[in-house]
T-cell receptor, first 111, second 113 residues
Framework: GQQVMQIPQYQHVQEGEDFTTYCNSSTTLSNIQWYKQRPGGHPVFLIQLVKSGEVKKQKRLTFQFGEAKKNSSLHITATQTTDVGTYFCAVTRPGTYKYIFGTGTRLKVLA | DGGITQSPKYLFRKEGQNVTLSCEQNLNHDAMYWYRQDPGQGLRLIYYSQIVNDFQKGDIAEGYSVSREKKESFPLTVTSAQKNPTAFYLC????????????FGSGTQLSVL
């Protein structure tokens, strides 16, 4: 079945440093979504990318979809303690309504 | 307020016992999903339902059962056949159109006594 790999698994940064997580698929994707899960919480939708090469920004967060639509990245500029949590990418398995989640990247921000 | 309600927040299961996790939504969403999350890991799809009275197996359906008799409700039963049920269970819903975002409930933590 379709698999989605995320790297890194963990990332510790000093407050103010940048952070990037990557999501990679072996197959071409129709879309990709990003979610954030705070410690002890549930995933919350951040954004969806659909077009090849698409770039979207939300304040300090920048999301990119690869030209080949096989990979995506989430970049946070100047991290804050409120950015702590696990970031997941999610894709739709072709021909279905199944949402498959990546393994997640757990971010810790040291004040 | 519209949203997804999962209950209970914590649940304990004795060996050989079936337990049912509740998921109710008042978002008028057509699609509902159950995911399992193990510590430090991602979300794995157990079952999903696109419409009432229809549901499909996800990647790890063995040892679980669901029903979708009402649009608002999608309960998950963890049967005695599930030998390693300890996990955090998340219910989600979406409008049911392709590429719609998922809305999640606050989850149920299931532990084995």
């Amino acid at each position: 079945g379709q698999q989605v790999m995320q790297i890194p698994q963990y990332q510790h940064v000093q407050e103010g440093e940048d952070f990037t997580t990557y999501c990679n698929s072996s197959t071409t994707l129709s879309n990709i979504q990003w979610y954030k899960q705070r410690p002890g919480g549930h995933p919350v939708f951040l954004i969806q990318l659909v077009k090849s090469g698409e770039v979207k920004k939300q304040k300090r967060l920048t999301f990119q979809f690869g030209e080949a639509k096989k990979n995506s990245s989430l970049h946070i500029t100047a991290t804050q303690t409120t950015d702590v949590g696990t970031y997941f990418c999610a894709v739709t398995r072709p021909g279905t309504y199944k949402y498959i989640f990546g393994t997640g990247t757990r971010l810790k921000v040291l004040a | 307020d519209g949203g997804i309600t999962q209950s209970p927040k914590y649940l304990f299961r004795k060996e050989g016992q079936n337990v049912t996790l509740s998921c109710e939504q008042n978002l008028n969403h057509d699609a509902m999903y159950w995911y399992r999350q193990d510590p430090g890991q991602g979300l794995r799809l157990i079952y999903y339902s696109q419409i009432v009275n229809d549901f499909q197996k996800g990647d790890i359906a063995e040892g679980y059962s669901v029903s979708r008799e009402k649009k608002e409700s999608f309960p998950l039963t963890v049967t005695s056949a599930q030998k390693n049920p300890t996990a955090f269970y998340l219910c989600a819903s979406s409008m049911g159109q392709r590429h719609e975002k998922l809305f999640f409930g606050s989850g149920t933590q299931l532990s084995v006594l």
